[in-house]
């Protein structure tokens, strides 16, 4: 039983990746010491950044150079990781991973939150419209960004603070419904299975994400998220405000023009419980008893979240302001209208955004030549994997691929074809698997070859998955105007 026409229920944008947080510098044969570069190309959300805060020594110093396929894309990022570094002086770990978590996995949200989203736009607006040459915060970097892409951003944010027009009033624009955005993507993905829908929400989860060990996905949690787009809902309110960090434009054909249209186009099948809610470290949230788990995967999330902010807590540095200052919050402002500066410093850590089109220019600069010690490629850009990754590679570098396990809409044969194609790609690129590690169908590892053996590219895909993903389907130009 297959209920989705593939591979629309994955979307094209990645708002969360598909596959959970890894510390992606204990992944391979040696963890690297000292100062380390990392490289992730498409990762659409910053949990690997978090992860790998949280698992760094005191003395330990980790720069994260971030390339995405879109502006909004990094503009979410930048959203999630400004929430990250709010000090708790303006917001408790508590609140703050509750607002985080909403932002990151729920269509529609409550007006706190909405209020924090605002503010943190503002802030944002004026961090990429402001900052030229220098960064304004040490852990965040847009200065190597196009001044277009600066342009995309501020523009961006301007959209997040559209007042919400009032019945009474014609200034602004009809706003985008999320309810409706996201109905109208869930009849796409289903077509003739709409009816039935509850069934193949239910099909979804028993038969797919349960046997792939995600056993902790709360059935009425997870048919809740597929009907309405909520995820996350831990403080009784009304979830009703559209989350405009999940909107973006996509391009489709229509009588021979092309229209830009606004709506929801990511995930609507794996769900966002799997970057921080299929995983822990903390056995007690993955116990059962009469054969269910206790803890659901919204629990999980809460409790991972946290724990990688107060891992954050612990890296901070000099505080801007005095520690009087700090144990009171001024009761004539706001709590939660953080500054860019007023962000957590956090020592040895830095975020930087490269320009989207930089992967392949990155070699021709000299500053970048054997430079990264980890490179990450998400599957929706692993087609972007070329022979001049080994010569940003460092020596003993570590090549980590995500694979196709949670995307949904492919079967077994297609998921191993999507492997197998994996291995021929880093191959051709100069990289051979990790023999030593376990096996682990959720990420593959490379590791520089250290021979110049011809690869072999004769290793078919048996759906070109992302290339689907990137046309323009006649089935979908007899879209309604959202």
């Given at each position: 039983?297959?209920?989705?026409?593939?591979?629309?229920?994955?979307?094209?944008?990645?708002?969360?990746?598909?596959?959970?947080?890894?510390?992606?510098?204990?992944?391979?044969?040696?963890?690297?010491?000292?100062?380390?570069?990392?490289?992730?190309?498409?990762?659409?959300?910053?949990?690997?950044?978090?992860?790998?805060?949280?698992?760094?020594?005191?003395?330990?110093?980790?720069?994260?150079?971030?390339?995405?396929?879109?502006?909004?894309?990094?503009?979410?990022?930048?959203?999630?990781?400004?929430?990250?570094?709010?000090?708790?002086?303006?917001?408790?770990?508590?609140?703050?991973?509750?607002?985080?978590?909403?932002?990151?996995?729920?269509?529609?949200?409550?007006?706190?939150?909405?209020?924090?989203?605002?503010?943190?736009?503002?802030?944002?607006?004026?961090?990429?419209?402001?900052?030229?040459?220098?960064?304004?915060?040490?852990?965040?970097?847009?200065?190597?960004?196009?001044?277009?892409?600066?342009?995309?951003?501020?523009?961006?944010?301007?959209?997040?603070?559209?007042?919400?027009?009032?019945?009474?009033?014609?200034?602004?624009?009809?706003?985008?419904?999320?309810s409706k955005a996201?109905d109208y993507r869930?009849?796409?993905?289903?077509?003739?299975?709409?009816?039935?829908?509850?069934?193949?929400?239910?099909?979804?989860?028993?038969?797919?994400?349960?046997?792939?060990?995600?056993?902790?996905?709360?059935?009425?949690?997870?048919?809740?998220?597929?009907?309405?787009?909520?995820?996350?809902?831990?403080?009784?309110?009304?979830?009703?405000?559209?989350?405009?960090?999940?909107?973006?434009?996509?391009?489709?054909?229509?009588?021979?023009?092309?229209?830009?249209?606004r709506g929801y186009?990511?995930?609507?099948?794996?769900?966002?419980?799997?970057?921080?809610?299929?995983?822990?470290?903390?056995?007690?949230?993955?116990?059962?008893?009469?054969?269910?788990?206790?803890?659901?995967?919204?629990?999980?999330?809460?409790?991972?979240?946290?724990?990688?902010?107060?891992?954050?807590?612990?890296?901070?540095?000099?505080?801007?302001?005095?520690?009087?200052?700090?144990?009171?919050?001024?009761?004539?402002?706001?709590?939660?209208?953080?500054?860019?500066?007023?962000?957590?410093?956090?020592?040895?850590?830095?975020?930087?955004?490269?320009?989207?089109?930089?992967?392949?220019?990155?070699?021709?600069?000299?500053?970048?030549?054997?430079?990264?010690?980890?490179?990450?490629?998400?599957?929706?850009?692993?087609?972007?994997?070329?022979?001049?990754?080994?010569?940003?590679?460092?020596?003993?570098?570590?090549?980590?691929?995500?694979?196709?396990?949670?995307?949904?809409?492919?079967?077994?044969?297609?998921?191993?074809?999507?492997?197998?194609?994996?291995?021929?790609?880093?191959?051709?690129?100069?990289?051979?698997?990790?023999?030593?590690?376990?096996?682990?169908?959720?990420?593959?590892?490379?590791?520089?070859?250290?021979?110049?053996?011809?690869?072999?590219?004769?290793?078919?895909?048996?759906?070109?998955?992302?290339?689907?993903?990137?046309?323009?389907?006649?089935?979908?130009?007899?879209?309604?105007?959202?």
């Amino acid at each position: 039983m297959s209920a989705g026409r593939a591979p629309e229920g994955a979307g094209c944008i990645t708002w969360w990746g598909f596959s959970p947080a890894r510390d992606l510098l204990s992944t391979g044969p040696m963890r690297p010491k000292g100062d380390t570069n990392v490289l992730l190309v498409g990762c659409g959300d910053p949990r690997h950044i978090l992860k790998m805060i949280s698992g760094l020594q005191n003395k330990e110093s980790l720069h994260v150079w971030v390339i995405e396929n879109s502006m909004e894309v990094v503009a979410r990022q930048l959203l999630l990781l400004y929430l990250a570094l709010v000090p708790k002086e303006s917001m408790g770990d508590n609140e703050k991973t509750e607002v985080f978590l909403e932002v990151f996995g729920n269509s529609e949200i409550r007006s706190q939150t909405e209020e924090t989203l605002r503010r943190a736009a503002s802030q944002l607006s004026l961090f990429v419209t402001e900052t030229l040459e220098t960064a304004m915060h040490p852990c965040l970097n847009t200065t190597l960004l196009k001044f277009k892409e600066r342009d995309d951003l501020a523009r961006i944010f301007k959209l997040w603070l559209q007042p919400r027009p009032s019945s009474s009033s014609s200034q602004y624009a009809t706003p985008i419904l999320m309810s409706k955005a996201w109905d109208y993507r869930v009849r796409l993905h289903l077509g003739a299975r709409y009816d039935s829908k509850k069934g193949c929400f239910d099909w979804d989860l028993t038969m797919k994400l349960h046997e792939k060990g995600c056993g902790v996905i709360n059935k009425h949690q997870y048919a809740q998220w597929r009907e309405r787009g909520l995820a996350f809902q831990m403080r009784e309110g009304d979830y009703k405000i559209t989350n405009p960090s999940l909107l973006s434009s996509r391009v489709f054909s229509q009588k021979g023009d092309k229209v830009a249209v606004r709506g929801y186009w990511g995930d609507i099948v794996s769900s966002p419980y799997l970057s921080f809610g299929i995983e822990t470290d903390d056995t007690s949230l993955l116990k059962t008893q009469n054969g269910q788990h206790i803890k659901t995967a919204q629990d999980i999330s809460f409790a991972n979240v946290q724990e990688l902010f107060q891992s954050l807590s612990s890296r901070r540095g000099c505080p801007t302001t005095s520690q009087s200052e700090a144990e009171e919050p001024s009761q004539e402002t706001d709590p939660k209208s953080v500054t860019i500066n007023e962000l957590m410093h956090l020592n040895g850590i830095s975020v930087t955004f490269l320009p989207m089109d930089s992967l392949h220019k990155l070699p021709e600069k000299q500053k970048y030549a054997h430079f990264f010690n980890t490179i990450y490629f998400s599957a929706s850009c692993v087609h972007q994997l070329g022979p001049t990754m080994r010569q940003i590679a460092a020596p003993d570098a570590v090549l980590v691929v995500e694979l196709a396990k949670y995307i949904l809409d492919l079967n077994k044969d297609q998921e191993a074809g999507f492997a197998k194609k994996v291995a021929s790609i880093a191959l051709e690129a100069g990289f051979e698997p990790w023999r030593e590690g376990k096996n682990d169908d959720v990420q593959a590892v490379f590791t520089p070859q250290r021979n110049s053996l011809p690869a072999s590219s004769d290793l078919p895909l048996t759906v070109d998955f992302f290339a689907v993903l990137r046309q323009e389907k006649k089935a979908h130009t007899d879209y309604e105007q959202l």
